[in-house]
């Protein structure tokens, strides 16, 4: 029996060979997902503005013509403008105390290169000049992962693109498409980054259920093919990918944070506020744990918790710090078994698609 080949519309529509959605920050995994017959998204949130050209002008050159999208993040309740050294004056001295005394003991040493999270802070401003970048791309897709912009929406596709939206909630989907997103990105609790509280396969369906003639896209805990097959059985037109790919040696992950996420099983990730503010999923390390400990603060809102903690971030991943390192990431943690390549785990992924549908036809009367 000759293998399946499964081209929902929207993948005709954008021209790739199959329904996997990939979200990485790192350009090597985008041009290899590419390569591998998938729809790339570019992580552009933890990127400076000024940055943000020289690193699509590489993906086009690298990439040609194949499509590829790219992901924003666009918070509200930000301030118009700020400084990151303006907002640490501000900063509430008992949170200060607080953080002084887990760098002295953990022994964090400061960051020795600027870094986003160094030198930046979410704002209005700095929206503005990120989605102003990406608008001057050739970029096929513009996706929001917090946050939605009318404004961003009709201006991206006046030129072309396919606007993407994540989702967590019935709600969040609604507004989505009163604002004109043509493509829902069902993202459940399962998944790695900001998310909210509804399951993945509670939040599919619910979604495919609102979207009328909108694709619906399946997010959060996804790492096998058996799942993307599942998730176009319950009405979607692919899957969307992000924390297998940190296994990719294409993602240049710091060994310390490669060998915990080999090392991690779904239980290991939590939801938490301390990274950015929002709750967001993370594979817990002792620096995370800190912060559930009995005399921890509240973590601050965003963007005030970065402005807090930013530098440690920064300074964990710098240094690869074993103890402290964490990042986001799902629940699909569980299939980072050890390191490998994009495009290994595309042809894992499309084989067990195959052998997903086999079984299925086996069971059938």
């Given amino acids: 029996m000759a293998a399946a080949t499964w081209r929902t519309p929207l993948c005709e529509r954008l021209g790739i060979r199959h329904p996997i959605f990939g979200f990485s920050h790192s350009v090597d995994v985008a041009v290899a997902i590419a390569e591998s017959g998938g729809f790339p998204v570019v992580g552009l949130a933890r990127e400076m503005p000024h940055e943000i050209p020289a690193i699509l002008a590489e993906v086009e050159r690298r990439m040609g013509d194949m499509p590829y999208g790219i992901d924003l993040m666009l918070p509200s309740k930000v301030p118009q403008e700020a400084s990151i050294d303006g907002l640490r004056a501000a900063l509430p001295p008992g949170h200060v105390d607080f953080v002084e005394g887990l760098r002295r003991r953990f022994d964090v040493t400061p960051p020795e290169k ?90 599919v369906p619910q979604i495919v259920a609102v979207a009328g003639d909108a694709p619906v896209l399946a997010a959060g805990g996804i790492a096998t093919g058996a799942q993307v097959l599942g998730s176009i059985a319950m009405g979607a037109q692919g899957a969307w990918l992000g924390t297998l790919w940190m296994a990719a ?115 059938a009367a």
């Fill in 114 to 203: 600027p870094s986003f999270f160094t030198t930046q802070v979410r704002s209005e401003a700095l929206f503005d000049a990120q989605i102003e970048a990406v608008l001057a791309s050739n970029a096929r897709g513009v996706a929001t992962a917090i946050g939605l912009r009318a404004d961003l929406i009709e201006r991206a596709k006046a030129r072309g693109k396919l606007t993407f939206s994540l989702v967590g909630s019935v709600r969040h989907a609604r507004k989505a498409l009163a604002m004109g997103v043509e493509v829902l990105v069902a993202q459940g609790y399962d998944a790695g980054g900001h998310t909210g509280p509804v399951g993945t396969l509670s939040l």
């Fill in 249 to 363: 040696r294409e993602n240049h992950t710091p060994p310390a944070l490669l060998a915990r996420l080999i090392a991690s099983g779904s239980e290991d990730t939590l939801i938490t506020r301390a990274h950015s503010g929002k709750p967001c999923r993370v594979v817990r390390s002792d620096w995370i744990d800190a912060w559930g400990e009995p005399d921890a603060p509240e973590p601050l809102g965003m963007p005030m918790q970065q402005v807090l903690t930013g530098d440690v971030f920064a300074s964990i991943h710098e240094h690869d710090d074993a103890r402290l390192i964490y990042e986001a990431a799902g629940q699909s943690v569980f299939a980072i078994e050890a390191p490998t390549t994009v495009a290994a785990q595309f042809e894992r992924l499309v084989a067990d698609m195959d052998s997903a549908w086999r079984r299925l036809q086996g069971f």
